[in-house]
């Protein structure tokens, strides 16, 4: 079935406010363009199996439709933001509207399309439950945020691999981190900061210099076996790129050295946004709250603090 040129592009739906993710807000959109007298929309969620930007096209496994199909796994064409195409990877959750508009059915195209969190195959491994809020949850402790310029105390935590990373391992190297969970249901928030990471994990392949670290701030789903998956979703070379997770007391004492915050919300995680750069000497050299980076200067920044 192959999509016609009968609508124009839209915008995603949700912006997120500028240091939080889990605040939304619905962003103003430009009428949509007609369409045919026999329009339909539907609701489809499912989950992200093949991402193909070239073609503007994704496959999703998804759930049955009511009124119009049984779940299946096909190809989509997508009419939204290009933005989008730089967000999703394989194994994303997503939800989307669905727009059929042909008598026959035979012109359809997605849009609209928000990530509501990654999906783990964990082959042999049921993937862990979402954490049953409790009253005794850890987070970070408010005003205890490193100044630039001063050290970074050291940490201790698990990787992807299972095996325990210290950030005074990294010295003599440039350190980027950033803060996520693996879940996050905003597109502009965690799911936009790791396609960033990634390209930046691609540009420093080509200088030959520099670490990334990934911290969650869900480390209680966020397991080494979880974010090994996330990892390879992403394309990440452990060897330069480590997702980091540990006791919940110990994450929140990292995570408030940054200056992040976060706190569990109705299913969610709500948290500071932040991405910083650590100096070969375990430095913070400098740090961004909210969305407004992108790779090229956080690599400006790792350039500057290599060479002090």
């Avoid at 059915?105 to 990530?115: A, G, S």
């Amino acid at each position: 079935m192959t999509p016609r040129n009968a609508a124009a592009l839209l915008g995603l739906l949700l912006v997120l406010a500028p240091v939080a993710c889990g605040k939304r807000e619905t962003e103003k959109r430009p009428p949509a363009a007609a369409v045919g007298p026999f329009v339909k929309r539907y609701t489809l969620k499912g989950v992200v199996r093949k991402v193909d930007p070239p073609n503007r096209e994704i496959t999703v496994e998804h759930e049955a439709i009511p009124g119009f199909m049984e779940g299946m796994t096909m190809i989509f064409p997508v009419r939204d933001d290009p933005q989008v195409f730089e967000i999703l990877h394989e194994g994303d959750r997503i939800e989307a509207r669905l727009v059929v508009d042909s008598e026959d059915e035979d012109e359809y195209w997605l849009e609209q399309i928000l990530t509501k969190g990654f999906v783990p195959t964990l082959v042999g491994t049921p993937a862990p439950a979402p954490a049953t809020p409790r009253s005794g949850v850890v987070t970070p402790r408010p005003n205890r945020g490193v100044a630039v310029g001063d050290p970074i105390p050291d940490f201790a935590l698990t990787d992807q691999t299972g095996r325990t990373v210290r950030l005074s391992q990294m010295r003599g190297e440039p350190v980027a981190v950033a803060f996520v969970y693996t879940r996050c249901p905003i597109a502009t928030a965690c799911p936009l900061t790791a396609a960033r990471f990634a390209k930046l994990d691609s540009m420093l392949k080509e200088k030959g210099f520099g670490k990334l670290l990934t911290i969650t701030v869900d480390p209680e789903h966020d397991t080494p076996k979880v974010l090994a998956e996330y990892a390879k979703h992403l394309g990440a070379n452990p060897a330069r790129w480590k997702f980091l997770t540990g006791d919940p007391k110990a994450v929140a004492e990292v995570a408030s050295r940054f200056g992040v915050l976060y706190y569990p919300d109705r299913g969610e995680v709500v948290h500071t946004q932040a991405v910083a750069v650590v100096d070969p000497d375990g430095r913070l050299a400098t740090i961004y709250y909210g969305e407004k980076w992108e790779p090229e200067q956080l690599l400006r920044d790792i350039e500057k603090a290599r060479k002090g």
